[in-house]
């Protein structure tokens, strides 16, 4: 079998490594992706149920790999955020007009972002190695060979761990993770109502869990649900009128009368967090890296920073004739994006421990704290600019520049 | 070609060359601070060569057909980038080692780069002429300042293009790149450079004009020890580049 060379090999051809791919494919870089699906499967809508949410600076980052304007016309673009605390009244209300950069964010299906990618991959120079896994690999001085189920082999001089929570090539590389499990399910579902959304997003906090409430095109929404692990069985199978009944008590009559889309997805949740993001010749990007609750609609997003950083970093040095995949290249990278996702773990972690339960102190105590956020109008903002992906050290295409 | 270098090549040869291109190349090693410096100093030269000869600078092959001589190329720091960004690459270097090495180090990447060993002068005797001439951290260590000058200025091409990146000789050269980067850092092993040896600008510059080559810039390249980065600045008392054409 032959052995094709390539400055960059993806594992994993979801949507952060195929963003990966083909922002560095678009500055002239050998690219392959290795896929144990097929991508044109993975674009079918009974593959992922989920929705993303796209901040501001993730937008801009899909924009500038030619993406955004495939995803356009499915993306439902976020106007205002409201945040509940259970039945009480008070709440946190963030108005994309206080920060005056366009809309909050869009929410987009995975589906139609991953068939998205799909086209664009087709239309790339990425070479595609698809329904096979990696077998193998090894790591050498100046580069890195992935061995595949099928025989064949992929020499790169930087492999890039992009296969998710469970990634294999992490475990290759001899990565270690910290991880830990929610006592939660996350249910998942398409919902039509009657009444428009106006573009907010609605985020409860119940007893159980976060519930979101999260708007999408033709006057639907998607239902992120948070529930208990021992209820969530049950609510799953409910029939679809019990289903909406559960829905419409939990979040109220404000849409109309709702009716449940054909499927519903249950993930369980974790953590997943890499002790490094680099090994020799391998980095690892998104959930390979980081696995994060998803109660503030960043894991995406994450992912997106992580390849927006690395894409730079790795372009900058080959188009000084540099070695991509070398200590220093991945040393910058690890420094650049560590800090920011343990951050963003620790922050989502500690919002599902404060708000998923009902101890009166604590939600008292918590409800004062939204409300005097919801009083400072500069913190506020500063809020909304972070969950916007505007804040910090940012790379070019995370800034609207070319890469 | 190949048939008859495989009878010349000592198979332990290229396995202690091997060793000390190990050296060379890597980035954690007795060489780190030169890999440190690398990028700074390849932004500088690419740029300016590409606005030079016209060049997309974004491309990853900016140098393609261009003829480059890396002057006292070592173990091909230079060499190898300048040869993946496209360009026809000679190094040279007085030290049969450091060639030995870089060649080793070249066929393992499967890089064309034709090393040869020999002096400036040497290959100026030939005639022969490239599109830029590049000498990194040479300078500094010549015997004769003016004949390295003549020599490089006349293998530079009409029309072309030479880069030379050396320490000034200032107090705070004394400062940094003796006392700061030899006994108190330990950048470098000491008695790596004598401040005596080290080349004002001026004379730089005085040596060039007279080969007629206009200097078209002169630049600084500083380290910021608040990142850990070198940058490109205004400041050339200690480290700068200077950048001329024919």
């Given at each position: 079998m032959t052995t094709e060379r390539f400055d960059i090999a993806v594992v994993g051809g979801g949507m952060v490594g195929l963003t990966l791919a083909l922002g560095l494919e678009g500055v002239g870089a050998r690219v392959a992706v290795i896929e144990r699906a097929s991508l044109t499967d993975m674009a079918e809508a009974s593959f992922d149920g989920r929705g993303s949410a796209i901040a501001a600076g993730s937008q801009r980052i899909l924009d500038g790999i030619g993406l955004w304007e495939l995803l356009q016309a499915d993306a439902e673009p976020i106007l205002d955020i409201r945040v509940a605390?259970?039945?009480?009244q008070l709440f946190l209300h963030y108005d994309h007009r206080e920060v005056g950069?366009?809309?909050l964010g869009w929410i987009v299906e995975n589906a139609h972002i991953r068939r998205a990618f799909a086209q664009a991959v087709a239309l790339s120079d990425v070479i595609v190695f698809e329904n096979t896994a990696l077998a193998d690999a090894r790591f050498e001085a100046r580069s890195t060979t992935l061995e595949l189920v099928d025989g064949r082999t992929v020499d790169a001089t930087l492999a890039i761990a992009?296969?998710?929570?469970?990634?294999a090539l992490r475990k290759l590389a001899g990565i270690e993770a910290v991880r830990w499990s929610y006592p939660q399910t996350g249910i998942v579902c398409a919902v039509t109502h009657e009444?428009?959304?106006?573009g907010i997003a609605h985020e409860h906090f119940l007893p159980s869990g976060p519930f979101a409430i999260l708007p999408m095109t033709r006057n639907r929404s998607s239902i992120v649900w948070t529930e208990r692990n021992d209820l969530a069985p049950a609510i799953l199978e409910l029939d679809d009128d019990d289903f909406s009944a559960e829905l419409k008590r939990r979040f109220?009559?404000?849409?109309?009368d709702v009716r449940v889309g054909p499927q519903r997805w249950a993930y369980p949740l974790s953590v997943v967090h890499a002790r490094?993001?680099?090994a020799p010749r391998v980095a690892a990007v998104g959930d390979a890296a980081h696995a994060i609750h998803p109660i503030a609609g960043q894991g995406f997003n994450l992912g997106l920073r992580d390849v927006a950083a690395l894409a730079e970093i790795i372009v900058d040095r080959l188009r000084l004739g540099l070695?991509?995949?070398?200590t220093e290249a991945l040393m910058r990278y690890q420094k650049w994006r560590k800090p920011d996702n343990m951050m963003m773990i620790a922050a989502t972690d500690s919002l599902n421990r404060l708000f998923s339960n009902d101890i009166a102190p604590v939600r008292m105590a918590r409800d004062t704290g939204l409300a005097l956020v919801n009083q400072l109008p500069p913190l506020k903002r500063v809020l909304m600019r972070h969950a916007m992906g505007l804040?910090?050290?940012?790379p070019r295409l995370t800034r609207g520049e070319p890469l | 070609m190949a048939a008859e270098n495989a009878t010349t090549i000592d198979p332990e040869d290229v396995a202690r060359f091997s060793a000390i291109a190990d050296e060379w190349w890597d980035?954690?090693?007795?060489?780190k601070p030169l890999h440190r410096f690398n990028p700074i100093r390849l932004h500088y030269i690419r740029d300016r060569i590409c606005t030079h000869f016209g060049?997309?600078?974004?491309?990853?092959?900016?140098?393609?057909g261009l003829r480059l001589l890396d002057v006292?190329?070592?173990?091909?720091l230079i060499s190898e980038p300048l040869a993946r960004m496209g360009a026809d690459v000679t190094g040279i270097d007085a030290s049969e080692r450091n060639i030995r090495t870089a060649q080793v180090h070249a066929k393992q990447g499967s890089l064309d780069i034709s090393y040869r060993s020999t002096t400036v002068e040497e290959i100026a005797a030939t005639g022969e002429s490239y599109d830029a001439v590049i000498s990194l951290e040479v300078v500094e260590h010549v015997a004769d300042v003016d004949l390295f000058l003549d020599g490089c200025a006349a293998l530079t091409a009409d029309n072309g293009a030479i880069a030379l990146a050396t320490l000034n000789r200032t107090p705070k050269s004394f400062a940094?790149?003796?006392?700061?980067?030899?006994?108190?850092?330990?950048?470098?092993?000491?008695?790596?450079?004598?401040?005596?040896k080290f080349v004002r600008p001026s004379e730089l510059a005085r040596g060039l004009r007279r080969n007629g080559?206009?200097?078209e810039d002169i630049s600084g390249l500083t380290f910021?020890?608040?990142?850990s980065e070198w940058q490109v600045s205004g400041?050339?008392?200690?480290n700068y580049v200077l950048f001329g054409t024919r």
């Open positions: 605390d259970g039945a009480s950069e366009g809309p992009a296969d998710g929570r469970q990634s009444a428009p959304h106006h109220g009559g404000f849409l109309g490094d993001y680099v070695d991509p995949g070398d804040v910090g050290d940012l | 980035p954690d090693g007795k060489f060049r997309d600078k974004q491309s990853l092959r900016p140098f393609a006292g190329c070592g173990g091909g940094l790149g003796i006392v700061g980067a030899e006994y108190i850092m330990r950048w470098l092993p000491r008695g790596t450079h004598k401040w005596k080559i206009t200097v910021n020890p608040l990142n400041d050339v008392s200690v």
